[in-house]
């Protein structure tokens, strides 16, 4: 079975600044998917990144990118220039290439941006 | 739709009453999905529809909980007396056949038994 894991369960930053939250993940899968989706208070879930592991390029979506590292088995995700519309719980998520099965979530990291 | 729309977006019920939560889903996904968000917690999965294949019932915490999807559209998640417990945000998401590219969510379903 797949599993996610977010080991951060909170996290501030001042805004302007850099954060990374971290996120591993076990699988004996080679071909997958991972996700970083982000929750504000209004608890619509929003995907914000997306990494196919078999690119080894690391996506990048404006203030956001991700190390992705396979042998590591490690996801993380770097917001740049950290604005308060960040803040919000950040969930890391995983799901095989074949489809069958649900993707699989961390239980979040809650991160605050300070003024 | 434009997007997963929920219904109702917020519930009160009492202890032991049953409740309907409805999902509509992006037109053109074969897939659906229920999670449970309890507060301040990750999702956990309970059932996914693909296509008129089996559901996936795997996720589902007891036999008090059901969904359907009917016409590979409308989805209802169905909780019989309710418990305390079953308190929680209720989400439904959908996504083209397998997945890769990301789910779309609704915006949930606030559960409360009173």
């Known amino acids: 079975a797949q599993t996610v894991t977010q080991s951060q369960p909170e996290m501030s930053v001042q805004e302007a600044e850099t954060v990374t939250l971290s996120c591993t993940y076990d699988?004996?899968?080679?071909?997958?998917?991972l996700f970083w989706y982000k929750q504000p208070p209004s608890r619509q879930m929003i995907l914000v990144i997306r990494?196919?592991?078999?690119?080894?390029q690391n996506a990048t979506e404006n203030r956001f990118s991700v190390n992705f590292q396979k042998a590591a088995k490690s996801f993380s995700l770097k917001i740049s220039d950290s604005q308060l519309g960040d803040t919000a719980m950040y969930f890391c998520?995983?799901?095989?290439?074949?489809?069958?099965?649900?993707?699989?979530f961390g239980k979040g990291t809650r991160l605050s941006v300070i003024a | 739709g434009a997007g997963v729309s929920q219904s109702p977006s917020n519930k009160v019920t009492e202890k032991g009453k049953d409740v309907e939560l409805r999902c509509d889903p992006i037109?053109?996904?074969?897939?659906l999905y229920w999670y449970r968000q309890s507060l301040g917690q990750g999702l956990e999965f309970l059932i996914y529809f693909q296509g008129n294949s089996a559901p996936d019932k795997s996720g589902l915490p007891s036999d008090r909980f059901s969904a359907e999807r009917t016409g590979g559209s409308v989805s209802t998640l169905t909780i019989q007396r309710t418990q305390q417990e079953d308190s929680a945000v209720y989400l439904c998401?959908?996504?083209?056949?397998?997945?890769?590219?990301?789910?779309?969510f609704g915006s949930g379903t606030r559960l409360t038994v009173v």
């Open positions: 998401a959908s996504s083209y056949v397998s997945g890769g590219y990301g789910y779309t």
């Open positions: 998520a995983f799901i095989p290439n074949s489809g069958n099965t649900p993707l699989v």
């Open positions: 990494q196919e592991a078999y690119k080894q």
């Open positions: 037109s053109g996904h074969t897939a």
């Open positions: 699988t004996s899968e080679s071909n997958y998917y």
